[in-house]
C-alpha cells in the first residue's frame, strides 16, 4: 500500500503544509491501527480515504499523532491532489463523505483546487482568563467558533507571537471544539498582496503549530469578509519558514478554499 506526503496549499515544496495520504482503502482498517500510523508519520494530519462503487466519491477522515478531528482543510486539499495526480482520477469534481463535517467536494481548477467547505462564522466573546499571558500579546477582539479567534491589532504582532504552549493547551474559552485551539489573525500589511495574516497553534489537538489550517479558515473568512466587507479574500498563513497562501470566498453557509499542493515524498507501507 502506498502513502504520499504532499506539501497543501504550497506552489512549490517544502511550504504549506504536509500532509500524508494513504491509498484508499476497501473497508476502513481499525481506528487503532490508523491512530498508529498517525502518530508514525508524525504530520499534522494523516488522510484515510475509503473506496466507493462510484468512482468520484470517497469516504475521508483525518488524524493528527493524538486525535481523530472532524474536519481538516490541508488534509483534504492532500487527498485530491494524491486522486488527481498520483491515481489518475478522471473527473473534474470529487466528493468526500466524511463523519461530522458532510459531504466535502473539491474542483480541479487549472492549477489548483477548489473545496467548498461549511462556513462557521464565530460570535464575539470575552478574552478567556489567561490567554493574553499564554499568547504574550493582549489580542484587540477574541471571537469564538469551533476554535478561539484572537483578533489582533497588526500583522507584526501576528508573526511575532512565541506563546507558552502548555499555558495555551487548557484554554477553551467558549469554542465548541475543544480546548487548546487557537487562530490568531490581523490585518496585513498595506501593500503585501494578501488581506489577513493569519497562524493556528494547536497544542490542544497534539501539533503545537500547524502550517496551514483549512479548517480555521471557515471561521475566519466569514469573520473578516464581514469586517472588509467583501466576500472573497487572500490570506496568509505565517508559518516561521514555510507560509501558506489561500484563497477564500465566503458564500452564505459555505466557504470555497482556493490552494495548489505538490507532492514531496511517495513511499510504501509494510504494515
Same mark, same amino acid.
Given at each position: 500500500?502506498?502513502?504520499?506526503?504532499? &506539501?497543501?496549499?504550497?506552489?512549490?515544496?517544502?511550504?504549506?503544509?504536509?500532509? =500524508?495520504?494513504?491509498?484508499?482503502?476497501?473497508?476502513?482498517?481499525?481506528?487503532?491501527?490508523?491512530?498508529?500510523?498517525?502518530?508514525?508519520?508524525?504530520?499534522?494530519?494523516?488522510?484515510?480515504?475509503?473506496?466507493?462503487?462510484?468512482?468520484? #466519491?470517497?469516504?475521508?477522515?483525518? !488524524?493528527?499523532?493524538?486525535?481523530?478531528?472532524?474536519? =481538516?482543510?490541508?488534509?483534504?486539499?492532500?487527498?485530491?491532489?494524491?486522486?488527481?495526480?498520483?491515481?489518475?482520477?478522471?473527473?473534474?469534481?470529487?466528493?468526500?463523505?466524511?463523519?461530522?463535517?458532510?459531504?466535502?467536494?473539491? #474542483?480541479? *481548477?487549472?492549477?489548483?483546487?477548489?473545496?467548498?467547505?461549511?462556513?462557521?462564522?464565530?460570535?464575539?466573546? &470575552?478574552?478567556?482568563?489567561?490567554?493574553?499571558?499564554?499568547?504574550?500579546?493582549?489580542?484587540?477582539?477574541?471571537?469564538?467558533?469551533?476554535?478561539?479567534?484572537?483578533?489582533?491589532?497588526?500583522?507584526?504582532?501576528?508573526?511575532?507571537?512565541?506563546?507558552? *504552549?502548555?499555558?495555551?493547551?487548557?484554554?477553551?474559552?467558549?469554542?465548541?471544539?475543544?480546548?487548546?485551539? +487557537?487562530?490568531?489573525?490581523?490585518?496585513?500589511?498595506?501593500?503585501?498582496?494578501?488581506?489577513?495574516?493569519? !497562524?493556528?497553534?494547536?497544542?490542544?489537538?497534539? +501539533?503545537?503549530?500547524?502550517?496551514?489550517?483549512?479548517?480555521?479558515? =471557515? +471561521? *475566519?473568512?466569514?469573520?473578516?469578509?464581514?469586517?472588509?466587507?467583501?466576500?472573497?479574500?487572500?490570506?496568509?498563513?505565517?508559518?516561521?519558514?514555510?507560509?501558506?497562501?489561500?484563497? =477564500?470566498?465566503? #458564500?452564505? &453557509? !459555505?466557504?470555497?478554499?482556493?490552494? #495548489?499542493?505538490?507532492?514531496?515524498?511517495?513511499?510504501?507501507?509494510?504494515?
Amino acid at each position: 500500500m502506498r502513502q504520499w506526503t504532499i &506539501d497543501a496549499f504550497a506552489s512549490a515544496p517544502f511550504r504549506g503544509n504536509p500532509a =500524508c495520504v494513504v491509498e484508499p482503502f476497501a473497508a476502513w482498517p481499525d481506528d487503532g491501527w490508523m491512530h498508529s500510523l498517525a502518530a508514525e508519520n508524525n504530520q499534522a494530519e494523516t488522510a484515510f480515504l475509503l473506496k466507493t462503487e462510484d468512482p468520484a #466519491r470517497f469516504g475521508l477522515r483525518w !488524524r493528527t499523532p493524538k486525535v481523530e478531528v472532524p474536519l =481538516c482543510g490541508h488534509a483534504t486539499l492532500a487527498s485530491a491532489h494524491a486522486l488527481f495526480a498520483e491515481l489518475g482520477a478522471q473527473t473534474d469534481l470529487l466528493t468526500f463523505v466524511t463523519r461530522q463535517s458532510g459531504e466535502l467536494t473539491v #474542483r480541479r *481548477l487549472d492549477g489548483g483546487f477548489e473545496m467548498d467547505f461549511p462556513a462557521q462564522p464565530p460570535h464575539r466573546t &470575552d478574552v478567556p482568563a489567561g490567554l493574553a499571558e499564554a499568547l504574550g500579546a493582549q489580542p484587540d477582539e477574541v471571537w469564538a467558533g469551533p476554535y478561539l479567534v484572537a483578533v489582533f491589532k497588526d500583522e507584526a504582532t501576528v508573526r511575532n507571537l512565541t506563546p507558552d *504552549l502548555a499555558a495555551l493547551e487548557p484554554i477553551a474559552g467558549e469554542a465548541s471544539g475543544g480546548r487548546g485551539n +487557537i487562530s490568531v489573525a490581523a490585518l496585513a500589511d498595506a501593500g503585501s498582496g494578501f488581506d489577513v495574516v493569519s !497562524r493556528f497553534f494547536a497544542p490542544g489537538s497534539g +501539533i503545537p503549530e500547524d502550517p496551514a489550517t483549512g479548517s480555521a479558515h =471557515c +471561521i *475566519l473568512a466569514p469573520l473578516f469578509a464581514q469586517k472588509l466587507g467583501r466576500p472573497a479574500l487572500k490570506f496568509f498563513q505565517a508559518y516561521p519558514g514555510r507560509g501558506a497562501e489561500l484563497d =477564500c470566498e465566503h #458564500r452564505g &453557509d !459555505r466557504v470555497l478554499l482556493r490552494g #495548489r499542493a505538490v507532492t514531496v515524498v511517495e513511499s510504501v507501507l509494510r504494515v
